[in-house]
Each structure stands twice: as C-alpha cells, then as structure tokens.
C-alpha cells in the first residue's frame, strides 16, 4: 500500500529564498504524483503533474522533479513570494484502479 | 464561476441527521471523486465515480452513500450523520486515468 509523507509540516523563509519541500513515497511502482497548493478555506489547485517516466516538470517558478529510486519528490519554488504562502500536498497514484494517496501537507510562510 | 461547485459551503447540524453534500462541475469530466479532509490525517477517498453507471467505493466509505444524477453531478449523503463525521469535505474531477484532479473549494461540515 502506497504511503506520502511530506516533512516538515510547517517552514517559514524569507521572501525572496529559494526553497524546496520534500515528498517521499514508500512503492516505487509509482505512476505519477501530483503536487498541489490549498489556502485556508478553499480547495486544492494543482500545480505539477509528474508522470513516471518523467524526472521533472516545470510550470513558472515551480519545479517538481520524481525519483522513483529513491522514493522522492521535491517541489522547488524560486524567488519565494508572500503570495506563496499557503499548504502545499503531494499525492502519489500507482497503477490500476488505485486512489490518489494524499501527504499531510508543508504549511509554507514567505515573510516579507 | 468555478469549475467545480460544491454546496452548501458550510453546515451544521445535530447527530442523527441526514444530510446531502452536493457537487456540479462545468469541465466536461467523466471521473469524479469524495474526500474528506481531517486534520493530522490528510485527504482521504470516500466514493468515486467513473460515469452515470459506474460507483465505487474509497478508503472510507461506510457510513456514506452517494449519487451520480448526470455526468456533472455527484452527491455524498450521511444518512445518519454522526460526530466523527466532522471534517471539510471536498468534490473532485477528472478526466481519465493518470490525469489531475481538480477540486471544489469544499463544505465544512460540523455534527454535534
């Protein structure tokens, strides 16, 4: 059974810093993961798809890169903002009919 | 208008209740999905759905029913609502296998 845990579950940084949050999966036979940011009282909003096949996807600022290997995924946000404050879940999905199996989420500050 | 729609936004109601989530989406998606999202313990899957004739169910599906009245609507029904069942619920869609998956902004439940 697939298990996502994301440490930490809280980062605060300076706006402007480069950062990275870190997602690890526990069954390698991954099939995609998929990165999302929820603000308070509202739903989820994708940001990056990764497939299996794939090492890394880039939309903007993000990127988010897949280690199968390793059981790894990271989320790369650069030139952080305020407006990236938010919590940020990972989900990875293996093959068949098989649910999205959710982290707990980073909670992520960008002071000003 | 949002893509996926999700009413009422907030509830409260007493323990024994029945009570009807509803879920709209103007995407055009076939799948659609259920979570519940409870603090310290992520998003789970409740129901999905892969057409008008297609339902199944998620990680933690007793004590739930649901309904797919047309391609876009899904609703979750607590058929005798309990404490325990107090969380943030959310809809999802997607269109097929492997593809993301969008949310609705969700409904705060609350039973007491």
């Known amino acids: 059974k697939q298990e996502v845990t994301q440490i930490p579950a809280a980062l605060s940084v300076p706006e402007g810093e480069n950062l990275v949050l870190n997602c690890s999966f526990t069954?390698?036979?991954?099939?995609?993961l998929q990165w999302f940011r929820q603000d308070p009282g509202k739903g989820l909003t994708s940001l990056l798809l990764?497939?299996?096949?794939?090492r890394e996807q880039t939309s903007g600022r993000l990127n988010a890169s897949l280690d199968k290997s390793s059981g790894r995924s990271t989320l790369y946000i650069a030139a952080s903002q305020p407006g990236d404050s938010a919590t940020y879940l990972c989900?990875?999905?293996?093959?068949?009919?098989?649910?999205?199996?959710f982290g707990k989420g980073t909670r992520l500050s960008v002071i000003a | 208008d949002a893509d996926v729609t999700q009413t009422p936004r907030n509830r409260i109601t007493k323990t024994g209740k029945r009570i009807m989530l509803e879920c709209s989406q103007t995407?055009?998606?076939?799948?659609m999905y259920w979570y519940r999202q409870d603090p310290g313990l992520g998003l789970r899957l409740i129901y999905y759905s892969f057409d008008v004739k297609d339902i199944n169910k998620g990680e933690i599906s007793d004590g739930y029913s649901v309904s797919r009245q047309a391609q876009a609507k899904f609703s979750l029904s607590l058929e005798s609502a309990i404490p325990n069942q107090t969380a943030l619920y959310f809809c999802?869609?997607?269109?097929?296998?492997?593809?993301?998956?969008?949310f609705g902004d969700g409904t705060r439940l609350s039973i007491l």
């Open positions: 990764i497939q299996s096949s794939q």
């Open positions: 069954d390698s036979a991954i099939y995609n």
């Open positions: 989900a990875g999905k293996n093959s068949g009919n098989t649910p999205l199996v």
């Open positions: 999802a869609t997607s269109t097929g296998f492997g593809q993301p998956q969008h």
């Open positions: 995407k055009g998606h076939d799948r």
